[in-house]
């Protein structure tokens, strides 16, 4: 199916395990972002990527990892997972140059950390 | 650095009624305005922006904004609230040459019948 795709959608896991959320998107857009969703938060960016291979940091960074060796992939890691980051992630893509275009979302995933 | 401000963390409006959900935001240089619906379990969908032009935008499901400079603002509203428009709206703010979509905290929106 075209579109975004978050992989799971659902996850738990223990404290101290690394954990990837996976996003892959088939319009080859050049922006990617990852965001957390927390009550009283809305949504907060994590990491974007202006392109494969180029990624920088957003707002909450501090726990998370990023890659983006393809265009169409923006895995987002959890090195050593802690219960603050339980939390709902979503990916989006954004066509480049653009920017005046709305961001795309994915289904998003629910991590709860143990 | 830019901002989005909702001020309104739950509105309530009776089926029939027209519904306002208010932002105001602050952004260096001309911004880009939009409005996300959010239903539950589901990702955000995409209402209405801003560019530039008139400052009243149209959009999905029978939603229009209105862009106000001089009150950085940027209201959603409807004239007839449905049921089904009960929700959790996102307001979020982009200026140009920035591609990082700053996002409030979110209004749910609760139509009573």
């Known amino acids: 199916d075209a579109g975004i795709t978050q992989s799971p959608r659902y996850k738990i896991t223990e404290t101290g395990r690394q954990v990837t959320l996976m996003c892959h998107q088939t319009w080859s857009h050049s922006y990617m972002f990852w965001y957390r969703q927390d009550l009283g938060h809305g949504l907060r960016l994590i990491y974007y990527s202006a392109a494969a291979d180029i990624t920088d940091k957003g707002e909450v960074p501090d726990g998370y990892v990023v890659s983006r060796s393809k265009t169409e992939n923006f895995p987002l890691t959890l090195e050593s997972a802690t219960r603050s980051q339980t939390s709902v992630y979503f990916c989006?893509?954004?066509?480049?140059?653009?920017?005046?275009?709305?961001?795309?979302f994915g289904q998003g995933t629910r991590l709860t950390v143990v | 650095a830019q901002s989005v401000a909702q001020p309104e963390d739950q509105v309530n409006v009776a089926e029939g009624n027209p519904l306002t959900v208010k932002c105001t935001y602050s952004v260096s240089g001309n911004p880009y305005l939009f409005w996300y619906v959010q239903y539950p379990n589901r990702g955000l969908q995409f209402l209405l922006k801003y560019i530039t032009g008139d400052n009243l935008v149209k959009g999905s499901y029978g939603f229009e904004a209105e862009f106000n400079k001089s009150q950085t603002s940027f209201h959603l509203k409807k004239p007839s609230a449905l049921v089904s428009d009960s929700a959790l709206y996102f307001c979020?703010?982009?200026?140009?040459?920035?591609?990082?979509?700053?996002f409030g905290t979110g209004t749910r929106l609760t139509i009573i019948p």
């Open positions: 979020a703010v982009r200026s140009g040459g920035n591609e990082k979509l700053t």
């Open positions: 989006a893509s954004i066509i480049e140059g653009q920017g005046e275009t709305e961001a795309f």
